[in-house]
């Protein structure tokens, strides 16, 4: 399954375009946040990482949306990589499900 993971920064701004990218990548669940990257609670993504089942795809529309720091980044994927679980993101053309998105991650 394709999951969406979604996040705006404030309540002002739209997920619509983050959305369309989603379902256009063929996502058929989603997750959002309307709070700062930098907060460590956020309740969507938390909710996205326990839903996530091995053989799922995790797909962002840019790395930022997912984390700020590189470092909160790798830790994510990496957990996503031990549970059986891929990820893409759609503006830097990543995707652990390839041999050439693995190399990134």
Known sequence: MQVGYERVSTDDQNLGLQRDALVAAGCNKFFSDK??????????????LNFLREGDVLV??????????????????????????????????????????????
């Open 35 to 48: 709070i700062s990257g930098s907060k460590f609670d956020r309740p969507g993504l938390a909710e996205c």
């Open 60 to 105: 962002v529309w840019r790395l930022d949306r997912l984390g700020r720091s590189l470092k909160d980044l790798i830790a994510i994927v990496e957990d996503l990589d031990k549970r059986g679980i891929g990820f893409r993101s759609l503006q830097e053309s990543i995707d652990t499900t390839t041999s050439g998105g693995k190399l990134v991650f």
